[in-house]
């Protein structure tokens, strides 16, 4: 493992002399993709709990669809299934965007994670005291204001363990970026197995740099909860 590690530790941590690899790639599908559907989530969680049955069951119908099908068959349906479509291909625009495999892993990890975020968030909505909600509207309180003041901020707060684990769940599924010639960890494991047919020590390092971002996630999210979940320890007296 030592000799690999030493002729291949670029390509696992950030390049292979010609482009980003390894380390800095998964981070990069993970932090876009995470970012990207955190912020799609919050208006689409609001819709999801609206009271407007069309609307909430519009983005319903999203997160089922997102949900209930694999990540991997949403990668390929990106990544090939679309290009294969003559209304892609012909477009200047959308010909670009789809030829890229990049492009395609970030809108199918986007796509997905939004959709078990929006999930995450609206529960936690629904779940939110409805003393909290009388005492806003007694204090006059647009529905807007309401939202931005009193329900997102408690939601968010109650969600954050719960939006943890996606976060590391996604870091797991970024594992399928390979499938669209995207050079992550596992891919650059990949290449190294076929070149050196050392597969225990190849998928090893692999593994430990998963392991690694794991432990850091878990770090930080634990630092946050006791940070933004306070309130809900057991107070002294």
């Not at 799609?40 to 819709?47: D, K």
């Not at 939006?163 to 960890?185: C, G, K, Q, R």
């Amino acid at each position: 493992m030592i000799a690999i590690i030493q002729e291949y530790w670029r390509n696992f941590l950030f390049s292979d002399g010609y482009r980003f690899t390894g380390l800095v790639i998964t981070l990069w599908l993970l932090v876009v993709s995470i970012g990207l559907g955190f912020c799609l989530s919050i208006p689409l969680a609001v819709a999801r709990v609206s009271k407007k049955k069309w609307l909430a069951r519009s983005v319903w119908l999203y997160t089922y669809i997102f949900r209930g099908t694999p990540l991997y068959v949403q990668l390929l349906l990106c990544y090939t299934g679309l290009y294969s479509l003559d209304i892609i291909r012909n477009n200047e625009l959308t010909n670009a965007f789809f030829r890229d495999g990049m492009h395609c892993t970030l809108l199918a990890f986007t796509l997905n994670t939004c959709a078990y975020t929006t999930e995450i968030f609206a529960g936690a909505i629904k779940a939110t005291a409805y003393g909290e909600i009388e005492a806003a509207r007694a204090y006059g309180m647009s529905s807007f204001t309401l939202y931005r003041r009193v329900i997102l901020p408690s939601a968010l707060r109650r969600a954050l363990p719960y939006y943890s684990n996606e976060v590391i769940l996604m870091l797991h599924a970024t594992t399928v970026a390979f499938t669209a010639t995207v050079p992550d960890i596992l891919k650059i494991a990949r290449d190294v197995n076929s070149a050196t047919y050392q597969s225990f020590n190849a998928f090893g390092i692999a593994a430990l740099l998963y392991l690694c971002i794991s432990f850091a996630l878990v770090w930080l999210f634990r630092r946050a909860e006791r940070r933004w979940l306070a309130y809900l320890r057991p107070q002294g007296k």
